[in-house]
């Protein structure tokens, strides 16, 4: 339920809500509005006395949240989450269509080093990089591990830009969490729950991926994971679902970026990369995502697509990147973005 405070509520008549409100065995949510603070109580209700939390001093009305998920929906909290990477970035959620670029995967210092001054003189805000890599295969590259994390970060420094890697095991938060600005969770542990606390329970940003075959509910469940956990900034990547089309590696879903802005308050970003699988398809893609209103991009550009150690058919190289970078000022500015 949402605990409405009225305008003029004191502080400490919040606090005493908040107190309250666990008092009860709820989880307490405050949400600072432009016009009024709210605290959404988050668990369960069954024996609470809504009654009582009425008549708290400062409360004008209490509100039944209706959808399965609280903290990231609408009803909760009516202004966009704007997510910041660094203290430069105009962050996703606001009128900036930020986009984080560089290569699946970390493969040395000189690749990663090229491509980072590649991605930032086209204009990506930030860089991305994996070090550990979720495989489908055991045999394949794994990743670098933490050599990667400190190449990525030798980047940061020569670029000025802020790093997003994926982490893949709660045992390998703390560590990831010490180099990136951003922590992606993968696909394949969208729904690794205790994964998702451990990123709940550490101070960055989580970029969170859409589940091969998770429903928005489900997306939008397993962030709330993160967020009750202690970390509001959840930024929604939609990187293609899989269906029985064969001509990508994944069906790329965008029509979902509307609709969690309809129901969320939290910043979509889509992945073209992964969404489609193939690099021909990644600059249409990434315009149409522009188009429907995304947060924000996250593209692979690796300086030599054909050698590369991971995912060689879908990256794009600086130039291709270069060129995606000029018409999606265009397709953003037509909706009323900056890049
Ligand atoms: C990645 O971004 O490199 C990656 C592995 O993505 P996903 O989890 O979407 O497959
Ligand atoms: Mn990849």
Redesign the pocket.
Known sequence: MIVVLSKEATKEQLAHVVESVEAKGLKSHIIYGTDRTVVAAVGDKRDVDKGALENLPGVEKIVPILSPYKVASHEVKKENTVIRMGKDDPGFGSDTLSVIAGP??IEDRSQMLDVAHACKECGARAL?G?AF??RTSPYSFQGLGEKGLQILAEAREATGLPIVT?VLTTADVPLVSSYADVL??????MQNYMLLEAAGRQPKPVLL??G?SATMEEFLLAAEYVINAGNKNVIL?E??IRTFEEYCRNTQAISIVPAIHRVSHLPIIV?P??GTGHAYMVESMSLAAAAIGADGL?I?VHPDPEHAL??AAQQINPEQFKKLMARLSRVAQAVDKNL
């Not at 992606?184 to 542990?189: D, E, P, S, Y």
């Open positions: 699946c995967s991305r994996g890599k979720p994926e992606q969770i993968g696909a394949r542990n991926k859409r091969m990547c990187r293609g992945d990369t992964h996250i692979e991971t995912d």
